[in-house]
C-alpha cells in the first residue's frame, strides 16, 4: 500500500478544462485546497463554485495567460510566496499541429511559451520554494509523443521530449532535497485537445478519468515516470536501462574513428 502526500494546496495549471479539470475535481476529494489557473474566468468560476461546494475545499482562480510574461510571473510568485503550496500539476499545454514547414511560426512559437517556457518557469518557482522547506511535488504533463517521431506534430512531441528529460533531469537535483517530481505521459485521452477522440478508434483512446485516476496512483508510488497507458513496464524500462549504459560512450577527447578527417580524405 503506497503513502499518500501530505496535504496542503495544490496548484493546477491548465484547469478549465481537459486533464487539468479532472486533477482538480480528485484533488479537492482527496483534500487539498486549490487554486486553478487558465485563461478562461468563467469555466474556472463554474468549477470552483461546483468544487467548493460538494467538498468544502477552499479554491480559488488566478486568470492568467501562460503564454505572457506579465501573467506567468505573476503565478511564478504565487508558488515562490504561498507557504501552503504543496503540490504544482504543471498541465497547461497547447497543441499546433500541421508540418513544421507550412506552419504559422508565431502559432508555434506560441506553444513553445506555454508547453516549454510557462512549464519550465512555474517548475522553477515551485523547486526553490519547495527545496525551502524540504517537501513538496511537482507533476509535469509531458506525453507519449516525448518518446515517438512525429511527422505533423514535431514542434509540439519536441516540447514533450523536453518536459520529459526536464523530469528526470529535476528528480536528479530536488529528490535529495526532499522534493517529488513526476512526469505524466498520457496516450490519446478523450479531452478537447484531440476533439474528444473522434474519428480514432476507441480502444485507443483512454477516458480522462482514467488517465487521472492512474496518474495520481503513479504519484501515490512515487513514480518518476508514469505511462497510464503502458502495460509492459518492463519494455519502457529497458529504453531507458539502455539510455544509462550509453552514458560512457557518449564523452570523450578524440572523435570516433569514421569521424578520421585523413581516412575520408584517402579515401
Ligand atoms: N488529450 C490528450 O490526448 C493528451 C495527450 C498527451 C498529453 N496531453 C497533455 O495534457 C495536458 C492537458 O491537455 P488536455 O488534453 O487536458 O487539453 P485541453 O482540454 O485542451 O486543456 C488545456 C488546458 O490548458 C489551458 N491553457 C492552454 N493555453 C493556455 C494559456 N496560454 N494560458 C493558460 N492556460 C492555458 C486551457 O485553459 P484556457 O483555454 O482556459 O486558458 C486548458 O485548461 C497538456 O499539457 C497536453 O499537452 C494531452
Partial sequence: MSAQLPLGTALITGASSGIGEVYADRLAKRGHDLIL??????????LTERLAGATGRKVETIVADLGVAADRRRVE??????????????????LASGPLASANADDVEAM??????ALTRLAAAAAAAFVQR???AIVNLSSVMSMLDTPNTAAYGATKAYVLSLTHSLHLELAPRGVQVQAVLPGYTRTPMIQDG???PPELVMEVDDLVDAALAGLDQKELITIPSQHKLDSYQQVFQAR???V??????????????TSSAAA
Fill in 112 to 117: 513553445l511559451d506555454v508547453n516549454v517556457t
Fill in 134 to 136: 524540504g517537501s513538496g
Fill in 244 to 246: 544509462a549504459d550509453l
Fill in 198 to 200: 473522434e474519428g480514432l
Fill in 248 to 261: 560512457s560512450h557518449l564523452v570523450g577527447n578524440k572523435p570516433a574513428a569514421r569521424y578520421n578527417a
Fill in 77 to 94: 510568485s504565487r508558488l515562490r510566496d504561498d507557504q501552503s503550496i504543496a503540490l504544482l500539476i504543471n498541465n497547461a499545454g497547447v
Fill in 37 to 46: 489557473v487558465a485563461r478562461n474566468a468563467d469555466r474556472l468560476a463554474v
